[in-house]
C-alpha cells in the first residue's frame, strides 16, 4: 500500500512554496524514502522553481482549481486533496511546519487504525499540553469538535474520508455561510481552516471516530503556549528568542524541540538559512515520479 505525505504549495507574488519545500526536506531528512507530494495551482506548476523539484517525489494541481482565487485563503482548498494525493494512506500537513527526528514507520502504524485522523492534543514549546481555550475560542463556545487540522490523515479506500472531504467542499468554499449558519452570537472575524474542519467533523457527528493522540505533535499557535501575559503579538517570533542550532535542534528560550512534528505557524520563524541546513544533511536525487 502506497504512502505518503501531502501539502498544498499555492504560490504567491511572495515565494510560500519554500515552506512546503523545507516541510517536504524534513520528511525526507527522517526518512530519504519516504514520499512526498506537493500540490499547487492548476496551470501553474511552470511557476514552481526547478530547485525545489528534488524535495517532492509528486507535484500535482488542483483538480477544480483554485477555490481561494478571489479570497485568497488557500486552506480553502483543502477538499481537494482527496481527489489529487496519490498516495492510498496519505498525511496532509500544513506547509508551516516540520518533522525532526521521528520514526515515520511508527507514525504511520500509529495511523493505521483510522480512516481519517485528526489529533485532540499538541504541545507548546515548553513541551506541555496546549491551551486550547483560546484556539478553540468558538468550538468551546458552540460546543463543536477541538481536532488540530494541520495534520490529517485519511485512506483514499475508506468510506468515512470520501464523506468528510465531500462535506468539507460546500462547508470550505461558502464558509461565510456556514459562519451565519452556525455562528448565531460571536462569528469568527474572518476565514479559518482550524473552525472550518471541526465544522465538518461536527456535521457528520463522526467526532469519536477520527479522534486521536499525536503525543509529539507542536502547535506553536502564540495564543496557546499557556502564557500570562494578555498583551500577546500576532506573531511568537516577536515576543521570543529562538534559535536552531548547528545539530538542528530547535531552542525557543530555554526549552529545546529535539523531535516531532511541529507546526510554527509564524512564517518569520522559517529562512534561507535554515532550509539550506536541512537540505545539506540529506542526499537525495531529483526523483520526481509524475505530473498531473
Excluded at 525526507?28 to 530547485?51: F, G
Excluded at 494541481?61 to 498516495?87: R, V
Excluded at 511508527?106 to 485522523?117: F, G, K, Q, R, T
Aim: some cysteine; aromatic content about 14%.
Amino acid at each position: 500500500m502506497s504512502r505518503g505525505f501531502i501539502t498544498l504549495g499555492i504560490d504567491t507574488e511572495q515565494d510560500r512554496v519554500q515552506y512546503s519545500y523545507a516541510m517536504a526536506s524534513s520528511i525526507k531528512q527522517c526518512d530519504s524514502s519516504a514520499e512526498t507530494c506537493l500540490v499547487v495551482d492548476k496551470d501553474k506548476m511552470d511557476n514552481i522553481p526547478s530547485k525545489y523539484y528534488d524535495a517532492f517525489d509528486y507535484i500535482v494541481e488542483l483538480p477544480f482549481g483554485n477555490s481561494a482565487h478571489k479570497d485568497g485563503f488557500h486552506g480553502m482548498n483543502i477538499w481537494q486533496l482527496y481527489h489529487c494525493t496519490p498516495f492510498e494512506e496519505t498525511i496532509y500537513l500544513d506547509s508551516d511546519t516540520l518533522v525532526k527526528n521521528i520514526n515515520l514507520g511508527l507514525l504511520w502504524d500509529e495511523l493505521d487504525s483510522y480512516d481519517i485522523a485528526m489529533s485532540n492534543i499538541s504541545r507548546t514549546y515548553r513541551n506541555d499540553l496546549t491551551n486550547k481555550s483560546k484556539k478553540f475560542e468558538f468550538e468551546y463556545q458552540y460546543n463543536l469538535p477541538k481536532l488540530y487540522s494541520n495534520l490529517i490523515y485519511f485512506k483514499s479506500s475508506s468510506d468515512l474520508a470520501q464523506e468528510w472531504f465531500k462535506m468539507a467542499d460546500p462547508v470550505f468554499q461558502n464558509w461565510r455561510d456556514v459562519y451565519q449558519h452556525l455562528f448565531k452570537e460571536k462569528k469568527p472575524a474572518t476565514f479559518s481552516k482550524s473552525i472550518l474542519a471541526n465544522c465538518v467533523t461536527h456535521f457528520l457527528d463522526c467526532e469519536q471516530n477520527i479522534s486521536c493522540n499525536l503525543n509529539n505533535l507542536y502547535d506553536l499557535d502564540n495564543h496557546s503556549q499557556n502564557f500570562w501575559n494578555v498583551d500577546i503579538p500576532e506573531n511568537w517570533t516577536d515576543m521570543l528568542n529562538y534559535w536552531f542550532t548547528d545539530t538542528q535542534k530547535i531552542i525557543i528560550e530555554n526549552s529545546v524541540i529535539s523531535s516531532g512534528i511541529i507546526h510554527y505557524s509564524d512564517e518569520n520563524f522559517m529562512n534561507e538559512e535554515m532550509i539550506s541546513a536541512i537540505r545539506s544533511s540529506i542526499k537525495i536525487s531529483n526523483r520526481r515520479k509524475a505530473t498531473a
